[in-house]
Nanobody
């Protein structure tokens, strides 16, 4: 099993940056593919970015491509989401999630473990 804890959320002005962290417990963390999802107010949870177990493969939602960067440090059992050029529409609760699956990895149903979420609020 993997337990995930997000941190790094907060209030930031549009155009600013934040870095989210997802700290994991469990000796097998390096085997898991990790993703970030977000739930904007009044909307469904949506895919943001994902990274393979090795860090060698990443993908992003079109809405965050070229602004967000996902990375991981398996020695520290942590995945990061660097968010730059933040927009008002990036306001959401951000969740990290873990899966051993290698298919449908942009689909929230593919993920077995979830953190509790961290709030990101971007003021316009």
């Amino acid at each position: 099993q993997v337990q995930l804890v997000e941190s790094g959320g907060g209030l930031v002005q549009a155009g600013g940056s934040l870095r989210l962290s997802c700290a994991a417990s469990g000796r097998t963390f390096s085997s898991y593919n990790i993703a970030w999802f977000r739930k904007p107010p009044g909307k469904e949870r949506e895919f943001v970015a994902r990274i393979s177990w090795s860090g060698g493969s990443t993908s992003y939602a079109d809405s965050v491509k070229d602004r967000f960067i996902i990375s991981r440090d398996n020695a520290e059992n942590t995945v990061y989401l660097q968010m730059n050029s933040l927009k008002f529409e990036d306001t959401a609760v951000y969740y990290c999630a873990a899966t051993l699956r290698t298919y449908y990895v942009t689909n929230r149903d593919a993920y077995d473990y979830w953190g509790q979420g961290t709030q990101v609020t971007v003021s316009s």
